[in-house]
């Protein structure tokens, strides 16, 4: 079993929807959480970070971390053509300078 | 440069050749990690270095894989007798600053494809 679970979708949304992506996670050790966009072709870009549990908003964008369900989520509001990307997850154990572990990435498609 | 930049951008070679991948870090960052991105996947990690030396190459598949980073900035990534499992893009990334310490920052990746 992966320490990290993704949905890999595709997911398809029409423009203006609500878009929840998610991601569990097996390793207790795990207390800095990311979320990185990353078009085709591409290196991943890094869209929202947070550390232990909590909800961080940026924008259109929210992360909610629960680790004592060992869940993550990102939520995109009014979504745009423009998001369509894959989205991964990705976390790790402790600050500094740590290798991330990621998921597998769910393709999201906005239909305009 | 103002990112990570990587080259070639693209790799075309034949199954038991020798390749090499450079990555050219963010100016004055000591951290530089690379990672593999197969077909469908995310990034998988394959070593760390901290200035000169691999601080951590835990993730590096097999000894058919090196990496160097001789002073301190630009790094290459070796992989001899290639195999066409060895077909994926690979990704170099530097850490953040202040409060994006502990994120990464990743290039463009050089996309291997072997034959």
């Known amino acids: 079993q992966k320490e990290v679970e993704q949905d890999p979708g595709p997911l398809s949304v029409p423009e203006g929807a609500i878009v929840s992506l998610n991601c569990t996670y097996s390793?207790?050790?795990?207390?800095?959480f990311m979320w990185y966009r990353q078009y085709s072709r591409k290196g991943p870009e890094l869209l929202m970070y947070?550390?232990?549990?909590g909800n961080k908003e940026d924008g259109r964008f929210t992360a909610q971390v629960d680790k004592s369900s060992k869940y993550i989520s990102l939520f995109i509001r009014d979504s745009q053509p423009s998001d369509s990307a894959t989205y991964l997850c990705?976390?790790?154990?402790?600050?500094?300078?740590?290798?991330?572990?990621f998921g597998t990435g769910t393709k999201l498609q906005v239909i305009p | 440069g103002a990112g990570v930049s990587q080259t070639p951008s693209n790799k075309v070679t034949e199954k038991g050749k020798y390749v090499e991948l450079r990555c050219d870090p963010i100016?004055?960052?000591?951290?530089l990690y690379w990672y593999r991105q197969s077909l469908g996947q995310g990034p998988e990690f394959l070593i760390y270095f901290q200035g000169t030396g691999a601080a951590d190459d835990s993730g590096l598949p097999n000894d058919r894989f090196f990496a160097v980073r001789p002073e301190g900035s630009v790094s290459t990534l070796k992989i001899q007798r290639t195999e066409r499992g060895d077909s994926a893009v690979y990704l170099c990334?530097?850490?953040?600053?202040?409060?994006?310490?502990?994120?990464?920052?990743f290039g463009p990746g050089t996309r291997l494809t072997v034959l």
């Open positions: 390793n207790s050790a795990f207390q800095y």
């Open positions: 990334a530097n850490p953040g600053e202040g409060k994006w310490r502990d994120t990464q920052y």
């Open positions: 100016s004055g960052h000591t951290a």
């Open positions: 990705a976390m790790s154990a402790s600050g500094g300078y740590q290798k991330v572990t």
């Open positions: 947070t550390y232990s549990s």
